[in-house]
């Protein structure tokens, strides 16, 4: 049976990490301890990218001239979600 494509860029991210996951479960538990904090540190690394992404895209719609409550309602989100992520507080 073939597998579908991921759609969403959450199943991307969770398909891509499923074989580091796979490999961490094969190694014993201080290698686990040593491994996870490299793949940690890695994922710390790429949340912030998609943060920084986050902050850009409210960043470049409030330049467009859209209003936070604008925002909000079209992601279906409060107001406040939506000026922490502008602040960086997401």
């Known amino acids: 049976m073939p597998t579908s494509e991921p759609?969403?860029?959450t199943e991307r991210l969770v398909r891509a990490v499923q074989p580091a996951i796979r490999y961490l479960d094969r190694l014993d538990p201080l290698a686990q301890l040593a491994e996870g904090k490299e793949?940690?540190?890695?994922?710390?690394a790429v949340s912030a990218q998609v943060a920084a992404r986050r902050r850009a895209a409210v960043r470049e719609l409030r330049l467009?001239?859209?209003k936070l409550q604008e925002i909000a309602n079209e992601l279906g989100v409060s107001r406040?979600?939506?000026?922490?992520?502008e602040r960086g507080k997401d």
Request: overall charge neutral.
């Open 39 to 44: 793949a940690l540190s890695a994922l710390l």
């Open 80 to 85: 406040q979600q939506v000026s922490n992520i």
């Open 7 to 9: 759609q969403t860029t």
């Open 64 to 66: 467009q001239g859209w």
